[in-house]
């Protein structure tokens, strides 16, 4: 074979090719033809395979020759690909509907109530408090005598409670878990006990079990200014940074001082008003309650034999459900535990 | 506890607006709850002027009169009373005004009469019982003039909620100490004129106390030759302001200084008392005693009597007896003001389910000193309305007299307590003004004693709060605090355990969401009825003392009861396809818990309806089994934890497959769909009902403490061969998977199921699973495959009974 045999060779390589390319119709083919013609075992490589046979001097053009070819036939081949591809988004579009629902799965949802609590407990851990927890069936010592509610005390009239026996209750507040915490830890301590409590009490604004989350910081020198700071940083966070604070002096046997905190009406904003009407959330009054709290009782201190001269601290304890309501304008509590999946659905984003 | 704004500036001169009045006490710990005005009713009620009364033409008993209420022309009112006539002043009613009873007037003709209104009599207006004939008003008051005006009535009454600890503000007295105190006014006591003469007292009847702990005070008097009668209208209508019925003079007056001073009165109709003498003392075990409501109670041996020479005739502090009230005809009485125990009153009202304002009142403390005051005030009041004569002198007994209590208060301590900056001045002013006595020990401590009526100052602290409240908490700054940890001990291990626990169940409830579950909250109280019904109700199961109603009778040993509940509650509602999770605690009776119960965090799924969230482009196919136990498999996979076993077991009754999860050999719950029936007689779901329960403690203990730590994966190519097992119904996949497993095939490196197919009519089953080969040091040649396949093939012939393919 001469170098002229084989350029002319590749020519009727290239013209084949070419024509070939012409009638193909379907992009599926192209990969037959590639290899026919540019495989391991096709029409080019067989024909190189006979390069050796060439004198020596012609081998060095006639390979450069046969690169130029296999290039060619590649851009072809690529613009041929290209063609199809356009030309059968062009054929298909009469078949492909992009709107069609995907192929979706179920999507689930937390329920509020734990939306909110992880919420709040996340607020807390962030400025160092620790989380802990603790029985819901609770001895009496526990849930009362501890927290300097004797019985026979009126107190206790606070709290209407549901019994196991004379000396186990189901916790009316999550409060049991300030002295368990510090019987088993020495101060310093910083904790928030989220959890489920319990009254026997059924009505329109009470369920006989709902959500709280008691808070207790423990150590020298804590005053109220800690934790009207500790508050106001856990309204913001909640609601929004423009949220009002007011503590009034309060009563709960296991603090002194105590208070009851009230944050401006999340809803009317703290107007009495929302648009002309009064609002309902608040009564008008600009302010809804939120939570108490108030400086550990030396008492309760006494119980634990922590020396109440020495340590200080202060004790928050805050309705779930109701930060819930506030959160999401839920306007009835029996929505929480109907578990209607129309209202369950629409936590599904958060 | 009502405050009348009229009866509290009898006290204390007020005059800032209501709303600041109202503010203050809030801010004092007062809470204001509301503003009523218990005389609503009567807003739209005029004065009218009698000019002229004639009787009607065609009924004898009807008058018609021409009445001026202010218009420029009489009205004309038919009236049916017997006691109207011209000159007198009335309470009309106008038209388009409606009776407290509902009742609309309206312009009518009455046989033939024009009548433009209504004349009330009291008990029309709510205002008595009376309704013998029209109300007659004062002569002075002016026609046209609202009636609330002319009779002057409290139309502004607060409500405050009271704390416990407040018992000196469940009286007028106590409001406006506070009242004074916070806007600086004077406070005057109550005036009054007592007239004493005659006998003494105390040698018409003596007091004996045999329940010193119980009663420290008991102390009476004695008026004779009264007169029961209603009391006068200024003292009906403050009683109706403040919520009570009025009674007669006599019960009036106790009622009225009650409300007054806080302490609580008892009249006896002295002629029906026995021996001359009062004894103060316990209750004998199953004692009855008819209360005056009628109630005969049975008594316990640590209630309080008073008992006279022969018999008992009041449940001390609580309630009088029926065999000693006064009556109308009553002319003598001994007027009880006594100090009871506070909790033994509670205990004894408690176990009787008997409550009163009384009893209220004694629970929270009464101001030992203070009741003298009171008693001698109702004295003197009930003598200038129903007459009679006071005997000299009050009988006493005071076994335990009161003794002042002493409080060192270090006003540093309050500065840094509260963070207020108030000097030692500043707070020995405000405990002046609350009443107590201060005397500066050196200049670090101020000796102070609280006044006897504020039983809750016992303390330092307690008197920290009281600078607090009157400096107002809200001149406190916010400030964060700094939070320091308690050193890494033991101890504090246990906070973090805790808190790490805590986590593992909040995760848990981030996969069950992404997996497509919405969260239900269900109550932890179940019926032991529906828990009988499910074959729950085992010995374990621990019942409520006092549940709000049988639905909540028992706390729930499982989740199911909730779960299937919500089933019931969505599919009546018209809502399908359900996927719950509920992640709570379960209750167990356990005698060696210090609690008696056992709880354990529980996850519940369940899944009804269909597979997936809509037809196309899945398919529409119910949810099965597997659908169920891959949620699960895919839950302990994400946790770093292998596959449970699930295998036939003991699960619960109501359940049709009921499917047991290990793991490391322990039980960690169930897998299995609700008996048909159960479901849908019950629960109201016709189709397959799937609900597994998982115990999360054991759960978060096998896989907690596991660390992730990175293997190089082998790097030489696998080589994958598939191979299809007829097997009959007794070979279960798990089996294979063992023999597989324990084949000790050296490159074998994983198996994957294939495809499951059952032959129509035929019991067996064609598993094909496709085992990959791969060695860690070298790449394998078909021919060491091959063999390996070959031998794996031999063994599982050898260990079960299938076979292969024809």
């Known amino acids: 074979m001469t170098g002229e045999d084989f350029a002319g060779r590749l020519e009727a390589i290239?013209?084949?090719?070419?024509?070939?390319?012409?009638?193909?119709?379907?992009?599926?083919?192209?990969?037959?033809?590639?290899?026919?013609?540019?495989?391991?075992?096709?029409?080019?490589?067989?024909?190189?395979?006979?390069?050796?046979?060439?004198?020596?001097?012609?081998?060095?053009?006639?390979?450069?020759?046969?690169?130029?070819?296999?290039?060619?036939?590649?851009?072809?081949?690529?613009?041929?690909?290209?063609?199809?591809?356009?030309?059968?988004?062009?054929?298909?579009?009469?078949?492909f509907d992009a709107t069609l629902p995907g192929r979706r799965d179920w999507i689930g949802s937390k329920h509020p109530v734990t939306l909110v609590l992880d919420e709040i407990c996340a607020a807390f851990t962030a400025i160092g408090f620790d989380v802990v927890t603790g029985p819901e069936i609770e001895n009496d010592f526990y849930n009362f005598e501890a927290l300097n509610i004797p019985r026979e005390h009126p107190a206790r009239d606070m709290q209407d409670t549901l019994y196991i026996s004379d000396s186990i209750v189901l916790r009316t507040h999550t409060s049991p878990l300030q002295i368990r915490t510090m019987e088993t830890s020495p101060p310093p301590l910083a904790v928030i006990a989220p959890g489920k409590v319990y009254?026997?009490?059924?009505?329109?604004?009470?369920?006989?079990?709902?959500?709280?989350?008691e808070g207790l910081l423990v150590d020298e020198e804590v005053s109220m200014a800690d934790l009207r700071g500790t508050l106001t940083y856990f309204v913001r966070t909640i609601f929004s940074k423009k949220t009002r604070v007011r503590f009034r002096p309060s009563y709960f046997p296991f603090t002194e001082p105590s208070a009851e905190v009230d944050i401006s009406c999340v809803i009317c904003r703290g107007t009495g008003f929302c648009g002309a009407d009064p609002c309902r959330v608040c009564k008008q009054t600009g302010w809804v309650e939120i939570l108490g709290c108030g400086m550990v009782d030396p008492a309760v201190f006494e119980k634990v034999d922590y020396d109440p001269e020495r340590w200080t601290g202060f004790a928050f304890g805050l309705g779930v459900e109701r930060v819930a309501m506030l959160k999401y304008c839920i306007d009835d509590l029996r929505l929480f535990f109907e578990n209607d999946v129309r209202f369950l659905n629409q936590f599904q984003a958060c | 506890m009502f405050l009348s704004i009229n009866w509290l500036k009898e006290f204390t001169p007020y005059t800032g607006s209501l709303?600041?009045?109202?503010?203050?006490?809030?801010?004092?710990?007062?809470?204001?709850?509301?503003?009523?005005?218990?005389?609503?009713?009567?807003?739209?009620?005029?004065?009218g002027h009698v000019l002229d009364c004639s009787p009607h033409q065609n009924a004898d008993s009807l008058s018609c009169c021409q009445v001026d209420i202010g218009g420029e022309t009489p009205v004309a009112v038919v009236c049916g009373a017997p006691n109207v006539a011209a000159g007198q002043k009335v309470a009309v009613a106008p038209v388009g005004s409606s009776l407290p009873g509902g009742m609309k007037i309206k312009k009518a003709k009455i046989r033939g009469a024009l009548s433009q209104g209504m004349i009330c009599s009291e008990k029309e207006l709510e205002l008595s019982e009376d309704h013998s004939g029209i109300m007659v008003l004062d002569p002075k008051c002016t026609p046209g003039t609202g009636l609330l005006q002319a009779l002057n009535l409290d139309t502004v009454v607060l409500d405050i909620g009271i704390t416990p600890n407040r018992a000196d503000c469940l009286s007028i007295l106590g409001l406006a100490r506070e009242v004074a105190a916070a806007f600086d006014l004077p406070l005057h006591l109550p005036e009054f004129q007592l007239q004493e003469e005659g006998e003494a007292c105390s040698s018409l009847i003596r007091i004996q106390i045999d329940a010193p702990e119980l009663c420290p005070l008991y102390q009476a008097r004695i008026i004779q030759g009264l007169s029961i009668r209603p009391s006068p209208a200024w003292m009906r209508y403050r009683l109706l302001s403040m919520g009570l019925r009025p009674i007669n003079n006599v019960v009036d007056v106790s009622n009225y200084v009650m409300l007054e001073l806080g302490q609580p009165l008892h009249a006896f109709d002295r002629s029906l008392l026995e021996g001359g003498v009062i004894r103060v003392g316990c209750a004998a075990d199953g004692q009855k005693f008819t209360t005056l409501d009628n109630q005969e109670r049975v008594l316990g041996s640590g209630d309080l009597l008073i008992q006279d020479g022969v018999k008992p005739v009041a449940l001390a502090g609580v309630m009088g007896g029926a065999n000693s009230e006064i009556n109308a005809h009553s002319t003598d009485l001994l007027l009880e003001s006594a100090v009871f125990d506070p909790g033994n009153t509670r205990r004894t009202g408690r176990s009787l389910g008997l409550s009163s304002e009384s009893a209220y009142r004694f629970e929270r403390g009464v101001d030992q000193p203070g009741s003298t005051f009171a008693l001698d005030r109702a004295a003197g009041l009930i003598q200038s309305l129903a007459g009679g004569r006071i005997c000299t002198g009050r009988a006493v007994s005071e076994p335990r007299p009161w003794t002042p209590r002493v409080v060192d208060f270090r006003p540093k301590r309050a500065?840094?307590?509260?963070?207020?900056?108030?000097?030692?001045?500043?707070?020995?002013?405000?405990?002046?003004?609350?009443?107590?006595?201060?005397?500066?020990?050196?200049?670090?401590?101020?000796?102070?004693?609280?006044?006897?009526?504020?039983?809750?100052?016992?303390?330092?602290?307690?008197?920290?709060?009281?600078?607090?409240?009157?400096?107002?908490?809200?001149?406190?700054?916010?400030?964060?605090?700094?939070?320091?940890?308690?050193?890494?001990?033991?101890?504090?291990?246990?906070?973090?355990?805790?808190?790490?626990?805590?986590?593992?169940?909040?995760?848990?409830?981030?996969?069950?969401?992404?997996?497509?579950?919405?969260?239900?909250v269900n109550y932890s109280f179940c019926s032991r009825q529906e828990l009988e019904s499910l074959g729950l109700a085992d010995e374990g199961i621990i019942p409520v003392h006092n549940p709000l109603s049988a639905e909540q009778d028992s706390m729930r040993p499982a989740l199911a009861p909730g779960l299937l509940r919500n089933v019931r509650t969505n599919l009546d509602q018209g809502n399908q396809n359900l996927r719950f999770f509920e992640i709570a605690r379960v209750f167990q009776?356990?005698?060696?818990?210090?609690?008696?119960?056992?709880?354990?965090?529980?996850?519940?799924?369940?899944?009804?309806?269909?597979?997936?969230?809509?037809?196309?482009?899945?398919?529409?196919?119910?949810?099965?089994?597997?659908?169920?136990?891959?949620?699960?498999?895919?839950?302990?996979?994400?946790?770093?934890?292998?596959?449970?076993?699930?295998?036939?077991?003991?699960?619960?009754?109501?359940?049709?497959?009921?499917?047991?999860?290990?793991?490391?050999?322990?039980?960690i719950g169930f897998l299995g769909r609700v008996q048909p029936g159960i479901a849908k007689d019950l629960y109201h779901a016709r189709t397959p009902v799937w609900i597994s329960e998982i115990d999360l403690d054991v759960l978060y203990r096998l896989s907690r403490g596991q660390s992730v730590v990175y293997r190089p994966w082998v790097k030489f190519p696998p080589v994958q061969r598939d191979i299809t097992l007829i097997c009959p119904p007794e070979v279960s996949y798990s089996q294979i998977q063992d023999v597989i497993a324990a084949s000790n095939i050296p490159a074998q490196e994983s198996i994957s199921l294939q495809d499951v197919y059952q032959p129509d009519q035929s019991f067996e089953c064609n598993l094909t699973l496709r085992i990959t080969y791969r060695h860690h040091k070298k790449t394998l040649t078909d021919k060491e495959v091959d063999k390996q396949h070959f031998e794996l093939g031999k063994k599982l012939l050898k260990a079960l009974p299938v076979r292969f393919p024809a």
């Open chain 2, 589 to 667: 009776h356990d005698p060696r818990s210090e609690t008696t119960a056992r709880e354990a965090n529980r996850l519940g799924l369940l899944c009804h309806g269909r597979r997936n969230p809509s037809f196309w482009p899945w398919t529409d196919e119910a949810v099965s089994y597997l659908d169920l136990k891959g949620a699960i498999e895919h839950f302990f996979l994400s946790l770093g934890l292998e596959p449970a076993r699930f295998s036939p077991g003991d699960a619960p009754q109501y359940c049709r497959s009921r499917i047991r999860m290990t793991l490391r050999g322990e039980d």
């Open chain 2, 415 to 520: 500065q840094s307590l509260l963070a207020l900056s108030t000097d030692a001045a500043a707070s020995q002013k405000v405990l002046e003004n609350i009443g107590c006595g201060v005397r500066p020990l050196h200049d670090k401590t101020l000796r102070v004693t609280p006044p006897s009526y504020r039983l809750d100052l016992e303390r330092e602290v307690d008197l920290i709060e009281e600078i607090g409240r009157f400096h107002g908490f809200e001149r406190i700054e916010a400030a964060l605090p700094r939070i320091r940890k308690s050193p890494l001990d033991a101890d504090a291990q246990v906070l973090g355990a805790s808190l790490a626990s805590h986590e593992f169940l909040n995760r848990t409830k981030t996969w069950a969401q992404g997996q497509g579950y919405a969260e239900a």
């Open chain 1, 199 to 213: 009254r026997r009490d059924a009505d329109l604004t009470h369920t006989p079990m709902f959500h709280q989350i």
């Open chain 1, 14 to 95: 290239e013209r084949d090719f070419a024509r070939a390319l012409e009638r193909l119709e379907r992009e599926a083919d192209l990969e037959a033809l590639r290899v026919a013609y540019l495989g391991r075992k096709g029409s080019l490589a067989q024909l190189m395979s006979s390069l050796p046979e060439l004198p020596a001097e012609q081998r060095p053009a006639a390979g450069k020759r046969a690169n130029e070819c296999k290039k060619t036939l590649l851009d072809l081949l690529s613009a041929k690909q290209d063609a199809l591809q356009a030309g059968g988004q062009t054929a298909d579009r009469s078949r």
């Open chain 2, 19 to 47: 709303d600041e009045l109202a503010h203050q006490l809030t801010m004092l710990g007062l809470e204001v709850e509301e503003v009523l005005n218990p005389f609503a009713h009567l807003e739209p009620f005029l004065v």
